[in-house]
Nanobody, 117 residues
Framework: QVQLVESGGGLVQPGGSLGLSCAAS????????MSWYRQYPGKEREPVAY??????NYTDSVKGRFTISRDNAKRTVYLQMNNLKPEDTAVYYC????????????WGQGTQVTVSS
């Protein structure tokens, strides 16, 4: 059974830091592109960052503040978020996709990140 289980969300003040983790099971983690998405209320999910091998990519609004990483031995992907802003408040989702056209994909259940004073 495929599972992506996120943890680490919560409430933080502007300028603070949070680290998210996503533990994967049930598929060949090493061969999948691992990503973090976020979703604002009433909006579609949008990509935040992805990692595949040595390839890293970030959406412009988080460059220099967020760092994505993965530990294939632990089957876990991480998102370290620094200098958080109120506009980072969203539900964050872990995503896995096999890197071919229409490749199989999986989603986590989401974790709330709230940046507020």
């Amino acid at each position: 059974q495929v599972q992506l289980v996120e943890s680490g969300g919560g409430l933080v003040q502007p300028g603070g830091s949070l680290g998210l983790s996503c533990a994967a099971s049930g598929f060949n983690f090493y061969n999948y592109v691992m990503s973090w998405y976020r979703q604002y209320p009433g909006k579609e999910r949008e990509p935040v960052a992805y990692v595949f091998g040595r390839l890293l990519n970030y959406t412009d609004s988080v460059k220099g503040r967020f760092t994505i990483s993965r530990d294939n031995a632990k089957r876990t992907v991480y998102l370290q978020m620094n200098n958080l802003k109120p506009e980072d408040t969203a539900v964050y989702y872990c995503h896995a996709q096999y890197p071919v056209e229409n490749g199989r994909e999986y989603w986590g259940q989401g974790t709330q990140v709230t940046v507020s004073s």
